[in-house]
C-alpha cells in the first residue's frame, strides 16, 4: 500500500509539473517577442541573458530544505532510511509545486529544473541499494547546480 501511495503522489505531480503551461511554442514565441537570447543545458534549463532568474521564495526554501535533509542523511544497507528520505524529499517537491507563483518564462525554467528531480527522488524507492545510493549521489549534484539558474 505505501508503494501505491508513492506512485499515486507521483502521477499527481508529473500531472501538477507538466500541466502548468509547459507549451514549447508558445515558450518559443514569448523568448522570440522578449528579445531574449538563451542558451540550454543538457536538462533543457536556460539562463536569462546568461543570469539566473529570479524565483520565489518558496521554491528557495524548498530547494534549501532539500538540501539541508541531505546533510543530515547518512548512505548506508538500510534501504527503509533511503524510502524516508523519499518520501521528505517528495514532501518538499510537492511543496514546491504547490506554492509556485512565478510566471513566464522564469517559471517554464524551473519547470525543466524540476522535471529531472521527480525521477531521481523517485528512485529513492527502489528496492535495490545501488540505486538508491546513485540517486543519492546524483541528487547532491543536480541541487547544487539551482544558483546557477535561480536567485
Same mark, same amino acid.
Given at each position: ?19 502548468? @503551461? *509547459?507549451?514549447? %511554442?508558445?515558450? $518559443? #514565441?514569448? =523568448? !522570440?517577442?522578449?528579445?531574449? +537570447? ?37 548512505? @548506508? *544497507?538500510?534501504? %527503509?532510511?533511503? $524510502? #524516508?528520505? =523519499? !518520501?521528505?524529499?517528495?514532501? +518538499? ?59
Amino acid at each position: 500500500m505505501k508503494n501505491f501511495t508513492k506512485i499515486i503522489l507521483f502521477t499527481v505531480l508529473t500531472i501538477l509539473v507538466s500541466s502548468c @503551461g *509547459n507549451n514549447k %511554442e508558445h515558450e $518559443h #514565441a514569448g =523568448q !522570440e517577442a522578449s528579445g531574449q +537570447e538563451h542558451h540550454g543545458d543538457e536538462h533543457g534549463i536556460m539562463l536569462n541573458d546568461g543570469k539566473p532568474w529570479m524565483a520565489n521564495s518558496e521554491t528557495t526554501q524548498g530547494i534549501h530544505n532539500m538540501s539541508a535533509l541531505w546533510d543530515g542523511f547518512k548512505s @548506508g *544497507n538500510d534501504i %527503509e532510511e533511503y $524510502h #524516508a528520505l =523519499q !518520501e521528505d524529499l517528495l514532501t +518538499e517537491f510537492n511543496t514546491i509545486i504547490k506554492e509556485c507563483t512565478m510566471e513566464g518564462d522564469s517559471h517554464e525554467q524551473l519547470h525543466n529544473y524540476l522535471l529531472p528531480m521527480k525521477d531521481l527522488i523517485s528512485d529513492l524507492g527502489s528496492d535495490d541499494i545501488s540505486v538508491c545510493n546513485n540517486s543519492v549521489d546524483l541528487l547532491k549534484k543536480y541541487l547544487s547546480t539551482y544558483p546557477k539558474y535561480f536567485e
